[in-house]
C-alpha cells in the first residue's frame, strides 16, 4: 500500500527522530514515554508491515494511558476501532483501516470528532483523507534483526518538536 499524502513535497512532514526498539519491551516502554506526553486531539499514524509491530505499540500506549498493565486491548483488525476510556477523562481511539475501502468511511467511523476530543491510534493510515495527514504523527515501523524494530517519527517540526524532544529523553 502506498501513502501518497506524505510523500507528496508539498507537505510539511519531515523526519523528527530515529531510534532503535531492540525488543517488544523496548518498544513497550517507548509507547509509554509516548503514552504520558500525547495531548488530546492527537492523532497518531502507525505505519509499516503487517507484523512490524504497530498493534504492540499501541497495546502498550493504551495500557499505560489506562494505567492497567494487564488491560486487554485487542487487535481492531475486524472491529475497525476500539475505544478506551483512561483515568484522566481522555478517550483513546485505537482503528484499524486496513479494510477500509473508501476514506469516507473514516467519518462513519466517528474517527472525525474523536480527532478533536480523542487520541487517535490508527493503523494502515493510508486510508485516511489525505487532509489528516498535516496534523498527523506519524510513527513508521521497520522489522530489523532479532527482534529489533526501527522507529522513524515525522510529522510537522512545530506541531511535534516539543513532544518528540520529550519522548526522546
Ligand atoms: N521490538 C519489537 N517491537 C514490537 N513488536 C515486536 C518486537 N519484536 C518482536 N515483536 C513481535 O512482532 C509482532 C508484531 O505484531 P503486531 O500485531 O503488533 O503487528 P502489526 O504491525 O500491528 O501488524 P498488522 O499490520 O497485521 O496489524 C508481535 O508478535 C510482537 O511480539
Ligand atoms: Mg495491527
Not at 16 to 43: I, K, M, P, Y
Not at 112 to 138: H, K, N, T, V
Amino acid at each position: 500500500m502506498n501513502k501518497p499524502s506524505i510523500q507528496d513535497p508539498t507537505m510539511p512532514n519531515e523526519t523528527l527522530l530515529d531510534l532503535v526498539c531492540l525488543s517488544e519491551q523496548d518498544t513497550a516502554a517507548f509507547a509509554a514515554r509516548l503514552a504520558a506526553h500525547l495531548e488530546t486531539g492527537s492523532l497518531v499514524a502507525l505505519t509499516g508491515d503487517l507484523g512490524a509491530g504497530k498493534s504492540t505499540l499501541a497495546r502498550a500506549f493504551i495500557r499505560a494511558r489506562l494505567e492497567d498493565d494487564e488491560a486487554e486491548v485487542p487487535s481492531p483488525t475486524f472491529t475497525l476501532v476500539q475505544t478506551y476510556d483512561a483515568p484522566d477523562g481522555t478517550e483513546v481511539w485505537h482503528a484499524d483501516l486496513y479494510r477500509l475501502t473508501d476514506p469516507e468511511e473514516v467519518y462513519e467511523l466517528g474517527l472525525d470528532e474523536a480527532r478533536d476530543d480523542a487520541i487517535c491510534l490508527i493503523e494502515w493510515p493510508d486510508r485516511m483523507p489525505e487532509s489528516w495527514w498535516q496534523d498527523a504523527l506519524e510513527i513508521t515501523l521497520e522489522i530489523g534483526d532479532a527482534g529489533a524494530r526501527q522507529l522513524s517519527l515525522r510529522g510537522d517540526k512545530t506541531r511535534w518538536s516539543k513532544l518528540v524532544a520529550e519522548v526522546a529523553a
